[in-house]
Antibody, heavy 123, light 110 residues
């Protein structure tokens, strides 16, 4: 069965960077887009971007351009999301989520989600 | 402020049918598929509806989706206490070149 297991909670100071990992199992890692979505406390969902694990190609939401970097290590079926220059309003739960269907055309829904990683930014 | 507009709350009694609306524009709902997610308290979201009205394997047929023009709706029939959750609509936005979410609707089962 498809599983996405994320790294543990992080506490960071303003201005620092955080790198969250997402280890995939139960499917062909290189066959599906991996997305990153965040949710601030008590707030809604916000798409940050996606990575094509096959090519390494990325698409980032304009809001995060220049601050976010998504990478992957195909040898261990793991995707990473690094966010730099952290601010207090980056405090949120960060989720990785896999496309429902195989392939790299238009995304067709986020069918599988990781358990989430709480990132707290505080001085 | 979300690009897709949902009512912040909805409610119903067990067995009732409730609908949740989602309003967008020509650059998102008007030209792309709509998706619906359910988020139970303290858990990750779960895909309920894809491509406007399709249910992933395992999602009960009590949940149904529809789309017309630049609006969409999620209907839940035979409401159950375990349906109490936050519901989010989503669609690809051509202007933003990425998916956008509605602000979410908190469903309360009275």
């Amino acid at each position: 069965q498809v599983q996405l297991v994320q790294s543990g909670a992080e506490v960071k100071k303003p201005g620092a960077s955080v790198k969250v990992s997402c280890k995939a199992s139960g499917y062909t890692f290189t066959g599906y887009y991996m997305h990153w979505v965040r949710q601030a406390p008590g707030q809604g969902l916000e798409w940050m971007g996606r990575i094509n694990p096959n090519s390494g190609g990325t698409n980032y939401a304009q809001k995060f351009q220049g601050r976010v970097t998504m990478t992957r290590d195909t040898s261990i079926s793991t995707a990473y999301m690094e966010l730099s220059r952290l601010r207090s309003d980056d405090t949120a739960v960060y989720y990785c989520a896999r496309d429902l269907f195989k392939g790299f055309g238009s995304s067709q829904g986020l069918g599988y989600w990781g358990q989430g990683t709480l990132v707290t930014v505080s001085s | 402020q979300s690009v897709l507009t949902q009512p912040p709350s909805a409610s119903g009694t067990p067995g009732q049918r409730v609908t949740i609306s989602c309003s967008g524009s020509s650059s998102n709902i008007g030209s792309n598929y709509v998706y619906w997610y359910q988020q139970l308290p303290g858990t990750a979201p779960k895909l309920l509806i894809y491509r406007n009205n399709q249910r992933p394997s395992g999602v009960p047929d009590r949940f149904s989706g529809s789309k017309s023009g630049t609006s969409a709706s999620l209907a839940i029939s035979g409401l159950r206490s375990e349906d109490e959750a936050d519901y989010y609509c989503a669609a690809w936005d051509d202007s933003l070149s990425g998916p956008i979410f509605g602000g979410g609707t908190k469903l309360t089962v009275l």
